[in-house]
């Protein structure tokens, strides 16, 4: 193939295999170093009749990783569940790649050794003063660990991939009627009568404390579970590594002596840490303290009371957590929601006297199909009414009268007729635009659907976790 390449006429090359083609020098033999000769038949999954091995998920994942920062890299060795979503990511990735080969395969597509050779003639990296320049060619296959013929293999099978997929990318136009169907639902406009009851327009006499009781009963509130924890931190910058280090020394320090006995509190001040102790919070409340973030949150509440964490890499140093109480989820004290509960009896209570009144109207309009003082408007499906309002009118049919609820006032509500909207040249446009993306999406739903009924995944969870979940 090489001797083809120095002597072929220049021919153009489709944009998408360059960028294919810088990705995939990166990583190549990792999984050899990492996991030995005896990695390369362990299969992680299977994708219809096809195999994803050890290697193949060492290879992406050295890939990726290469282009990552350090910090990212950091997050994905030390946090657990960074690291399964990376991995899960991975597998992904692996298993579509492996769906769309087996299609290629299935339909029988060659690509043929002279489309490769073309390919690789017209990448850039490859060329001096415009041409192929065999020198660089060999130099890079040398870097990157590969042969001409691993390089080929590559270029193959992702030119392949685009074969399979390419046509999902076609544009499917939406059928006229189907525009036409769509803009008048979107842009039609209803003409409506409706009268308002509202909550506020009736009177209730305070309730007894036993009524209150009575109703707070079966209208409890709960409070939520909250922890209390304290935490020593060792500050340092975590981007320039001897800070890195030195903190991670002096923290592994602190360390030693809680698991010696020592409490937190008493650790830090051996070493100089600084020791935070944190008022109670909850799952999902604020936590006045930069360095707790939501993750952390989530992981003191699956902490043990009494027990400790191991060091955690924070954005600004690290930390050792420990939790220090656990107060169970309870009712509230009636005396201490007393106020709150009378504002919601006394709303519950105008309520069902606004409600009465409002099926009173509703009763006499069925009955006669006419009423007076009732206000008429034009509305859209964003516009002229409370969006509950909107909602119900342009999901029932012309005729219809029913009482729709706000959050303070019950509207009665007739629909009096439907207007067809004038058309708009650059609303249609967008509309046009729109469906196309929506029928676009879903043939390709609809394609990665078939292709994983046609080839379906089966995670070989032994290897699985002996290998990555280690």
Aim: positive net charge.
């Amino acid at each position: 193939m090489l001797e083809y390449l120095r002597n072929a006429a220049e021919r153009p090359l489709a944009k998408f295999l360059i960028a294919v083609l810088a990705f995939s020098f990166v990583g190549w033999g990792v999984a050899e170093w990492i996991f030995g000769g005896g990695a390369n038949d362990m299969t992680l999954a299977r994708v219809g009749d096809s195999k994803i091995t050890v290697n193949q998920f060492s290879n992406q994942k050295s890939q990726l990783m290469a282009n990552m920062s350090r910090d990212q890299q950091r997050a994905i060795y030390t946090d657990a569940n960074a690291t399964k979503s990376f991995n899960n990511y991975i597998m992904g990735e692996l298993t579509s790649q492996q769906m769309v080969q087996n299609r290629a395969h299935d339909l029988g597509f060659i690509v043929s050794d002279h489309r490769i050779a073309r390919a690789i003639r017209d990448v850039p990296a490859f060329q001096e003063n415009g041409k192929f320049s065999t020198a660089r060619f060999d130099s890079a296959l040398y870097a990157n660990g590969l042969t001409e013929d691993k390089l080929a293999t590559v270029l193959r099978s992702d030119i392949m991939r685009s074969m399979v997929l390419g046509p999902m990318g076609e544009k499917v136009p939406v059928p006229q009627f189907a525009v036409d169907a769509a803009y008048n639902a979107r842009y039609a406009t209803r003409e409506i009568e409706y009268k308002i009851v509202k909550f506020d327009e009736f009177k209730t006499a305070k309730p007894s404390d036993d009524a209150l009781k009575t109703y707070y009963a079966s209208h409890p509130k709960t409070l939520p579970e909250t922890r209390s924890a304290s935490y020593v931190f060792v500050s340092a910058d975590m981007a320039k590594p001897d800070e890195y280090d030195a903190g991670m020394a002096r923290m592994t320090r602190v360390e030693d002596e809680i698991i010696a006995g020592d409490s937190l509190e008493s650790a830090a001040k051996k070493h100089g840490a600084k020791y935070v102790k944190l008022s109670a919070f909850a799952r999902n409340g604020a936590v006045n303290d930069a360095n707790i973030t939501p993750q952390i949150v989530a992981q003191i509440f699956d902490m043990a009371t009494g027990s400790d964490t191991e060091i955690i890499e924070a954005k600004k140093g690290f930390m050792i957590i420990h939790l220090d109480t656990v107060n169970p989820a309870k009712t509230a004290e009636f005396e201490s929601v007393k106020s709150e509960l009378l504002l919601q009896w006394t709303r519950a209570e105008k309520r069902k006297q606004a409600y009465e009144r409002a099926n009173e109207i509703l009763i006499d309009l069925n009955k006669d199909n006419k009423w007076t003082g009732a206000t008429n408007k034009n509305v859209t499906r964003t516009d002229g009414a409370p969006m509950a309002v909107l909602s119900d009118v342009f999901n029932n049919a012309v005729g219809t009268n029913k009482i729709v609820e706000t959050p303070d006032a019950f509207y009665i509500v007739s629909v009096k007729s439907v207007k067809t909207p004038s058309v708009d040249a650059k609303k249609r446009e967008s509309l046009v635009r729109e469906m196309d993306n929506m029928m676009m999406y879903q043939i390709q739903s609809d394609y990665n659907k078939f292709l994983q009924r046609k080839y379906p995944v089966k995670i070989n969870s032994k290897v699985y976790n002996r290998y990555i979940e280690k």
